[in-house]
Structures are given as structure tokens and as C-alpha cells.
């Protein structure tokens, strides 16, 4: 078991920073790739970044590469997500998940879901 707990989202305006964190308690957080799901208000639940069990390989949606940059701190049991140029199609509730099939853009492939922060970009 796996418990996952997201902080750090919040209301920015277009073009601001945020960066989300997602510690991680129970069984090895190493042993887990790690990724960011988010769901917009009446959308469905979409991919946006994942990492690697020790962080040598990432992958990002398109709509977000160049802007957000994933990452994690195994010593710590804490992934975050970097998120700059912020625009108002970021607004949703972000989520971080563990799989244990690797670095996946697909969300049932992960084993363990936070509870999701919301950031909501004005503009």
C-alpha cells in the first residue's frame, strides 16, 4: 500500500509559476514510477507528466512539454511537478499515481491515487 497526499496547487494567474509536491508514505516509494495525472472542470482525467523509479527517464503530455518539468526526490519519498507559463487551460485537479508498470501515460496502469489539489489559472 501505497499513500499518496498532493499539496501546493492554488490560484496563479496566466503566465505564473506553481510547483505541486506529492509525498508518498507506505511500502518503497523508489520502487514506483511516479506520474501527474490532472481532470478540468467537465473533462476527463488526462496524463501530464511521469518519471522514471529514479528519475533517468521522463514523459510529458504535449500540451505541456517545454512549460512543466517532472521530478523526484527518492531520500525523501517527494515527486513534484514544476509548472511555469501557467495558462488558463491548466485549471483542474491535479493528481499524482504510482505504477508499478513503469513510466505509462495510461491510468490504468497505476496502483495508488492521491486525493488531487486543484490549481486554478486566471486570466
Known amino acids: 500500500q501505497v499513500e499518496l497526499v498532493e499539496s501546493g496547487g492554488g490560484l496563479v494567474q496566466a503566465g505564473g509559476s506553481l510547483r505541486l509536491s506529492c509525498a508518498a508514505s507506505?511500502?518503497?516509494?523508489?520502487?514506483?514510477?511516479m506520474g501527474w495525472f490532472r481532470q478540468g472542470p467537465g473533462k476527463e482525467r488526462e496524463f501530464v507528466s511521469a518519471?522514471?523509479?529514479?528519475?533517468?527517464?521522463?514523459s510529458y503530455a504535449e500540451s505541456v512539454k517545454g512549460r512543466f518539468t517532472i521530478s523526484r526526490d527518492n531520500a525523501k519519498n517527494t515527486l513534484y511537478l514544476q509548472m511555469n507559463s501557467l495558462k488558463p487551460e491548466d485549471t483542474a485537479v491535479y493528481y499524482c499515481a504510482a505504477s508499478s508498470k513503469g513510466v505509462t501515460a495510461d491510468h490504468w496502469h497505476y496502483d495508488y491515487w492521491g486525493q488531487g489539489t486543484q490549481v486554478t489559472v486566471s486570466s
Open positions: 507506505g511500502r518503497t516509494f523508489s520502487s514506483y514510477a
Open positions: 518519471i522514471s523509479w529514479i528519475g533517468h527517464v521522463t
